[in-house]
């Protein structure tokens, strides 16, 4: 898989730098700045202690089975062209090298849902999507969206329920808000149906 993740810090180089310090204890492959600058700091056939706690369809140990992404933003920015260029060509190579589909391209939250909000709602799936680097659900017949989720890959219990609808959102329906819609249930039974995790 390969999990994406924004620094939560204001400088690039300040999030690379304590990726490589050993008190950090947390590390990524990569790290993207805000101009497309991007530094690996792990082999991609090494394990780096990006995902921590978390899981995704079968994947219970997402360290172990993923290539991490770190991407410099705060989590309220827009993330920049230049950023938005180096991630599409970055993934490209990575999935093209690993033989990985696009549907395993997922977010910090979508595997550590209530513990992570990254990359949160201002990066742009929808146009990875049409670059066949990430997935786009299409409206179906709505559901049931907690049965969906699992079988989509989201761990999900009664006590995530908001955390699992932001992710959600946040993914697939920045902006949206209130309480859960058949929107919401029609485009999680389309992604159950289309990309069950394995």
């Given at each position: 898989?390969v ?11 300040a ?6 310090a ?37 994947v ?9 992404i ?36 997922i ?15 201002k ?12 997935v786009?659900?299409?409206p ?21 329920d ?17 309480p859960l ?16 995790a394995?």
């Open positions: 898989m999990v994406l993740h924004y620094t939560a810090m204001p400088s690039a180089i999030a690379r730098d304590w990726l490589c050993p008190e950090s204890q947390v590390s990524a492959h990569y790290v993207l700045a805000r101009n497309g600058t991007c530094w690996q700091l792990v082999r991609e056939d090494m394990r780096a202690w990006h995902a921590g706690l978390g899981a995704w369809g079968s219970t140990e997402v360290n172990s089975r993923s290539i991490g770190e991407i410099a933003n705060t989590g309220a920015e827009p993330f920049p062209e230049p950023q938005m260029a180096a991630l599409e060509t970055l993934l490209a190579g990575i999935l093209r090298r690993w033989r990985i589909p696009p549907e395993r391209v977010g910090h939250a979508d595997l550590a849902l209530g513990r992570k909000i990254d990359p949160g709602p990066l742009d799936w929808a146009r990875l999507a049409r670059r066949g680097l990430a786009r659900p299409r179906a017949t709505p559901g049931d969206f907690h049965a969906d989720a699992r079988r989509a890959g989201y761990h999900a219990d009664p006590e995530h908001s955390a699992l609808l932001a992710a959600f959102r946040d993914r697939f329906r920045p902006g949206a808000e209130g819609d058949d929107t919401d249930r029609a485009l999680m039974a389309d992604l159950a149906a289309r990309w069950p394995a």
